[in-house]
């Protein structure tokens, strides 16, 4: 079956949300559950549609919405703080939308668990993302006999595909995060410090309307050598390293690292900067150098090809010692409703487990491959592309400056 | 926040992982294994890449309570105090096996009888057993909640200096309030100035909305503030792992506030008043739900109250829990953000959330923002 992979550009959110509403109900039946309980934030957003400003995890575990769904249906259960988040916004009937609750406590878990047992039937077998002890307690209100089952893997294979409304809502976070990079980096200079590009970002990015800041971002400042770095578990580069108040020095090299969330969905940014400085002639080579590896794996980049094709590529358009990542990363992952999400390829899960990752229409990658010559730095960007039946296509076009031509 | 990435400061650290320990004694558990951010940082002191919303659990930190060993999932020493050697620290993985395996080889867990989990996903609430087949698996929510619900000093010294930025950066964002401005651009005024202080993590994102209609809380793209309008703020920053909320409601053109919403905010005023009294020690939280009633008002339906500190601690005050509130004790050393919100008839909302620190014979404020005033 041929799919064709396109980009929707008036995304709709209740057109996304049929066509996730499908995916899930599938991914479900391959998976033989009846019902999922949703506490994950993004598990709940990609689920209902809801989008909200995330918070700091410490609040983010108490005040969550949740969501429930149940084989059958036609739509979600939402319990929410503001039921109008899911009548207006989201357009779900009455009887599915819910006041909050506090699945952290108690007296709230046992609440919700007698909730969740009036939705799901009787013997239903349930998934869910995540138990905490309150809620492990009473369960088997809602499961009677069984452990419920990893709602997380429904998910992950429900979202691994993106529709062209995902696309849509993906390439706007994108969008987004590159009109509020470029001021930043246009306003980089000698003697600014690494907070104050995070402050340019993020007010550009909120200016923007991007709907909550996903990490810390990182413009983090690059030894020339591992050594001069801090001391690792793997002997490689330390990386992502946070942000500080430390002053940038003239030929400072930055590596940045960051993402925003829009509509409920996660960008990424990665590039290479310097500080008040142009490239030297070796700076200008390990980046025809990591062009060359990203070539050489998006040569061989198409639905069908495994993982094990692209760190194969990787590894061999590569002159150094090392595969061409970051360690404890990876060469690619996916990317939408998580900063990180499957696929991963190269990670350390191993080369038979990138063998098994087969890339098909509709994924979206971030390749994120580095040159590093110990003693004279390196480079590191990532590129977004959505996979395509006879290649790819790319979900963004942010210059690499002040490498290049 | 320095030049440089550093470890909490050493006095923090041991009076944390000093109550973390006794409470591990008190509720008989031998070991932790913690995924959650807050629970490691409050027993390592170590600082790692923050992000937002919730994670799924992973056992990334572990304490042995019979030698107060300490190890952690870090692919690198920067951040991580001196008290947590390089070999008890893991690199990044993303496999499951392997964190397990580091697991099992860690000194005194094979031997731990509890093991104290602060969450559980279905996989590892299978794999965890198989890997320690003679402990029981136990929930240590409730020990890690006693420990981190008292604040020492440093904490409470902490939680001040998160406060003072993000009223500095509400400062910024009223400042900028004015009829026809965007709630785009309120939010974007406040990360900013909250980021060049030195902190660049927020507690609560949402920042800004319109207190005008029925909707939930959201900023969009049209959303203006016009003549007449109140606006909400509910400013708050992650500062050293620290957490300083407060809240604050602003009439877009303070010369257009007409009687209805001057008694709006009359009303607000009455229930902070009555909050404020009722945050005493040894009182039960259900004093908080009582006041909204003496005062007229429904309780909002997120939590009147909660503890500030890594994150959110306990208690937790909402009138969906009230049996939790009625058992809950206020004591001396607790944080509390404690919001009065009050809605009128045609959904217009006065929302005011303050700091409230509780001492042995009362309670201190700690939020000094400035409030509009008839």
């Known amino acids: ?405 | 926040m320095a030049t440089e990435v550093l470890a909490d400061a050493q006095a923090l650290r041991t009076a944390r992982r000093r109550r973390a320990l006794a409470a591990m004694e008190e509720h008989d558990i031998d070991a932790l294994l913690l995924g959650r951010e807050a629970n490691a940082r409050y027993v390592t002191g170590a600082q790692r890449l923050w992000t937002a919303g919730t994670r799924p659990f992973g056992p990334g930190c572990a304490v042995v309570r019979a030698t107060g060993a300490v190890h952690l999932v870090s692919s690198w020493d920067e951040g991580i105090p001196d008290d947590i050697p390089h070999d008890h620290l893991f690199g990044i993985t993303w496999n499951p096996g392997k964190l397990l395996a580091w697991l099992k080889d860690i000194d005194g867990l094979a031997e731990a009888r509890r093991i104290g989990t602060d969450s559980l996903t279905p996989r590892f609430a299978k794999l965890l057993p198989r890997i320690f087949p003679s402990a029981a698996l136990v929930d240590a929510e409730p020990a890690l909640e006693a420990a981190r619900r008292i604040k020492a000093p440093e904490e409470i010294d902490a939680i001040r200096t998160a406060l003072a930025v993000a009223e500095t950066a509400l400062a910024a964002a009223v400042a900028e309030l004015r009829p026809g401005v965007s709630e785009h651009h309120l939010a974007a005024v406040f990360m900013d100035v909250m980021a060049r202080q030195g902190v660049t993590t927020p507690a609560s994102q949402q920042v800004v909305w319109i207190a005008s209609s029925p909707g939930p809380p959201s900023r969009r793209a049209t959303a203006t503030a016009r003549v007449g309008d109140l606006v909400a703020f509910d400013a708050g920053v992650v500062a050293g792992g620290y957490t300083g909320e407060v809240g604050r409601t602003w009439p877009a053109d303070p010369t257009a506030v007409d009687a209805t919403t001057k008694d709006l905010y009359r009303q607000a005023d009455d229930v902070w008043g009555r909050l404020l009294e009722a945050c005493r020690p040894g009182s039960p939280c259900s004093v908080l739900l009582a006041a909204y009633e003496a005062a007229g008002h429904v309780p909002p339906p997120f939590p009147v109250a909660s503890g500030l500190g890594l994150g959110f601690d306990t208690p937790v005050v909402t009138a969906q829990l009230p049996h939790t509130a009625a058992r809950e004790v206020l004591e001396p050393g607790m944080v509390l953000a404690v919001t009065a919100q009050v809605t009128g008839n045609d959904h217009r909302t006065v929302f005011r959330k303050e700091a409230v620190r509780i001492t042995d014979n009362g309670s201190e404020v700690l939020t000094s923002a400035p409030h509009w005033s008839q």
């Not at chain 1, 995916?23 to 309980?37: E, K, N, P, W, Y």
């Not at chain 1, 990609?46 to 575990?61: E, F, H, K, M, V």
């Not at chain 1, 429900?158 to 987004?176: H, V, Y």
């Not at chain 1, 000698?190 to 990182?218: C, H, K, S, Y």
């Open chain 1, 1 to 405: 079956m041929t799919v064709a992979v396109s980009v929707e550009l008036e995304p709709d959110l209740a057109r996304m949300q049929r066509g996730r509403w499908v995916r899930l109900q599938q991914a479900m039946a391959d998976q033989g559950a009846d019902a999922l309980v949703l506490l994950g934030n993004s598990n709940v957003s990609y689920a209902t549609g809801a989008r909200w400003s995330l918070s700091d995890p410490g609040r983010a575990n108490v005040e969550r919405p949740v969501a429930v769904v149940t084989a059958d249906d036609d739509c979600p259960h939402l319990f929410t703080t503001y039921p109008a988040l899911g009548t207006l916004d989201l357009g779900l009937p009455d009887d599915h939308v819910h006041g909050p609750v506090y699945p952290e406590f108690d007296e709230g878990a046992e609440a919700f668990a007698r909730m969740v047992a009036e939705l799901v039937p009787h013997g239903a077998r349930v998934a869910i993302d995540e138990l905490p002890g309150s809620l492990h307690r009473v369960c088997g209100l809602f499961s009677p006999g069984a452990e419920p089952t990893s709602a997380d893997d429904v998910i992950g294979a429900a979202k691994l595909i993106k529709t062209p409304d995902e696309l849509g809502f993906l390439r706007r976070a994108l969008a987004i995060t590159e009109q509020a990079i470029a001021p930043t980096q246009a306003s980089l200079a000698p003697g600014m410090r690494q907070n104050e590009l995070t402050a340019r970002f993020l007010r550009a990015a909120f200016d923007l309307g991007a709907d909550a800041n996903i990490l810390d971002p990182i413009w983090q400042v690059m030894p020339a050598s591992r050594a001069d770095g801090p001391w690792t578990t793997h002997g490689d580069i330390a990386c992502p390293l946070l942000t500080t108040e430390r002053e940038l020095e003239e030929g400072d090299l930055l590596w940045v690292d960051t993402g925003i969330s829009y509509a409920g969905f996660a960008s990424d940014f990665g590039r290479t900067w310097l500080v008040g400085a142009s490239p030297t002639p070796r700076q200008q080579a390990q980046f025809r150098a990591w062009r060359e590896i990203v070539e050489a794996v998006l040569a061989v980049t198409r639905a069908g090809a495994t993982g094990a094709d692209l760190t194969r590529a990787a590894v061999s358009a590569s002159d150094g010692d090392r595969r061409p990542w970051m360690e404890h990363f990876y060469l690619g992952h996916g990317l939408g409703i998580e900063s990180a999400e499957s696929p991963f390829i190269g990670t350390d899960l191993g080369d038979a487990y990138d063998e098994r990752q087969v890339l098909a229409a509709g994924m979206v990658l971030v390749l994120e491959p580095l040159v590093w010559e110990d003693g004279a730095g390196g480079y590191r960007a990532e590129e977004v592309i959505a996979i395509t039946e006879d290649g790819w296509i790319p979900l963004t076009d942010y210059p690499y400056d002040p490498y290049g031509d």
